[in-house]
T-cell receptor, first 114, second 115 residues
Framework: ETGVTQTPRHLVMGMTNKKSLKCEQH?????MYWYKQSAKKPLELMFV???????ENNSVPSRFSPECPNSSHLFLHLHTLQPEDSALYLC?????????????FGSGTQLSVL | DAKTTQPNSMESNEEEPVHLPCNHS???????IHWYRQLPSQGPEYVIH???SNVNNRMASLAIAEDRKSSTLILHRATLRDAAVYYC????????????????FGKGTKLTVNP
């Protein structure tokens, strides 16, 4: 248990649905990250927030919409997804977004898009 | 992004030491070397990181070459629970504003531990 909690653990959605993934931590961390892990592919960084400000958007399609209302919570809003978006979505946090900080990861949300 | 090169897979026997190599010939002076591992069906787990000097913690040791172009993660006594994919990552400095210090994962080394 890393202290980074993701819900739900599993999600099945249709291409016309709207759903949200939630990540929270109460570790006092100020940087939060979304990663995507597709089958047999390396983890891909999607978004980074540092002190609630988005500092990284790694050319992610607009059907993925992140939200960081405070330093403890991070959301990923999903709408009109495609089957190829099925993947493990991982949230992570660190004290700050600096190169010497370690990231703590959640267990992920396994998403299936039908 | 600075690149790392790792073997695709390695095998070890239980209770023996394991040395996982990583080459990073394009490393720059402010890049930190991070190691993470990912067990099946779990998120990545931090293992260790360093800049220039060798580092030890309860999980592993990190040996960094003097020219910093390579490093080795050392598991002193492998257990079955150490079977995982191990990622060597360079985390780049982003300047005084702490900008794009991304943690970019490669394919890693899949470690198999034999009983």
């Amino acid at each position: 248990e890393t202290g980074v909690t993701q819900t739900p653990r599993h999600l099945v959605m249709g291409m016309t649905n709207k759903k949200s993934l939630k990540c929270e931590q109460h570790l006092g961390h100020n940087a939060m990250y979304w990663y995507k892990q597709s089958a047999k592919k390396p983890l891909e960084l999607m978004f980074v927030y540092n002190f609630k400000e988005q500092t990284e958007n790694n050319s992610v399609p607009s059907r993925f919409s992140p939200e960081c209302p405070n330093s403890s919570h991070l959301f990923l809003h999903l709408h009109t997804l495609q089957p190829e978006d099925s993947a493990l979505y991982l949230c992570a946090s660190s004290v700050r977004q600096r190169q010497w900080e370690k990231l703590l990861f959640g267990s992920g949300t396994q998403l299936s898009v039908l | 992004d600075a690149k790392t090169t790792q073997p695709n897979s390695m095998e070890s026997n239980e209770e023996e030491p394991v040395h996982l190599p990583c080459n990073h010939s394009t490393i720059s002076g402010t890049d930190y070397i991070h190691w993470y591992r990912q067990l099946p069906s779990q998120g990545p787990e931090y293992v260790i990181h360093g800049l220039t000097s060798n580092v030890n913690n309860r999980m592993a040791s990190l040996a960094i070459a003097e020219d910093r172009k390579s490093s080795t993660l050392i598991l002193h006594r492998a257990t079955l629970r150490d079977a995982a994919v191990y990622y060597c990552i360079l985390r780049e400095g982003g300047g005084t504003q702490g900008g794009s210090e991304k943690l970019v994962f490669g394919k890693g080394t899949k470690l198999t531990v034999n009983p």
